[in-house]
């Protein structure tokens, strides 16, 4: 399997390692881009051993939520037999366990399990409509980023070449 496996690649209920791959590779980058921000801007360590630990504290549990959601709804839906939204709620839930266990709290692992399992429903209820989730961002705003592809005078530059006809 490639890096470039996509979830939704072969039906639910196969390929378990192609779908953590699919999952864990987007945790893998919102946790290393989670913990540069909080390493640069909130706890600032010092040295490269507290630095690393900050990385691993942040990007482990990112990563462990991932393979629970993962793990969880394959498993209810390989026990259950039906391809439905109640596996990613059983899969949010195991996810949401991680992050309990994460911050020594059962009452956020359960509040984290609840957004997660709302988010996992409409997701599977958005691939099932075929809507989409997370849709394109379309640039409709001029930006300047590039500032000579825009005209940001006032006039429009007159017709070049021309003569007075004498």
Known sequence: ???KANYYDKPEGDDLFGKM???NKYALAGGLGWSTVEVMMVSKPKGYLPTIARYVYFTGPFVGMASAFTVGAYAANKLRGRDDAWNYVAGA????????AWKRN?????VAGLIFSVAGALKKQSVEEGWEFF????????????????DFTLTQERERGWTTGK
């Not at 839930?93 to 309990?100: N, P, T, W």
């Open 135 to 150: 849709p394109e961002v379309k640039q409709h705003a001029v930006s300047s980023v590039n500032p000579n592809r825009y």
């Open 93 to 100: 839930f195991a996810a949401g366990g991680v992050y309990g």
């Open 1 to 3: 399997m490639s890096l």
């Open 21 to 23: 791959i699919a999952t």
């Open 106 to 110: 059962v009452v956020s692992g359960l």
